[in-house]
């Protein structure tokens, strides 16, 4: 059994931001008229405290947004709002040929679930976790289905795909079925997703059933691969208790 650990840096080449990159993109959403008018009708601040946010979210001291949250928890609506806008603008259907292409790591996790059954059955007994909001891993599996498998076997392909376990662990914008990929994000649409989103520094019951789901698919994994990831104290102390103290280690034998 085999886990793949998914982080930014995984979906940054199908036109997603990085969590550092987040910030910047944010601070630009001031000159967004429709951002700003739903900011400001269902941000929860005031116009002098929305501009603080995005001025705040302009200049080169907090490292991430979920850094800034934590620290500005009054901003959390219009926070996950604002992230929430982004990402459904960077959902874009890419050139299928940048997608299938044999360098690109969605092909190399098509391959491996052998999601074309021509290729045989697979050798490993794969789940993902990942870190992003964005629904791109499963869209473009799904599309490879639709571009790359004979027509006999589209429907064992769709099978084999509902099989493998995707967990969002922070949530995602939602499921291909609940919301299409590449929706405009609509004032309803963002409202009703950014109200799932969870930053890395929520704690509550969703927040602790989330790593406990995550933790429970790696209990008895054989490998755990992290791609694709900065270190975040925050998420690997959850995700690995013990780890920064050494115990996950001498427990594991991992080093």
Request: net charge neutral; charged share 20%; with cysteine.
């Amino acid at each position: 059994r085999t886990v793949l650990i998914l982080g930014a840096g995984i979906s940054k080449p199908y036109g997603f931001p990085l969590a550092s990159e987040l910030l910047p993109l944010i601070g630009n959403l001031r000159g967004n008229d429709q951002f700003q008018a739903y900011a400001k009708t269902h941000g929860g601040l005031d116009s002098a405290d929305l501009d603080t946010f995005y001025d705040a979210t302009q200049i080169p001291y907090h490292g991430t947004i979920d850094e800034y949250l934590r620290k500005n928890p009054r901003h959390i609506p219009v926070g996950l709002a604002a992230i929430a806008w982004i990402i459904m603008h960077h959902e874009r259907k890419l050139p299928p040929a940048a997608i299938v292409d044999s360098q690109s790591f969605y092909r190399t996790v098509f391959d491996l679930l052998k999601l074309d059954p021509e290729q045989g059955k697979p050798s490993h007994d794969i789940s993902i976790i990942t870190l992003n909001y964005d629904r791109s891993l499963e869209y473009w599996l799904s599309r490879m289905i639709d571009l790359c498998v004979g027509e006999a076997d589209k429907a064992g392909a769709r099978a084999r795909l509902a099989e493998v376990r995707i967990h969002h662990l922070h949530n995602s914008l939602g499921t291909l079925a609940q919301l299409p990929y590449g929706t405009p994000p609509k004032d309803d649409v963002v409202r009703d997703v950014s109200t799932r989103l969870m930053t890395i520094h929520r704690c509550d019951k969703t927040f602790e059933a989330s790593y406990a789901t995550a933790r429970n698919m790696m209990q008895h994994a054989a490998m755990v691969f992290v791609l694709g990831c900065s270190y975040d104290p925050t998420i690997f102390r959850d995700l690995f208790p013990g780890l920064l103290d050494g115990g996950f280690c001498s427990r594991t034998g991992i080093s």
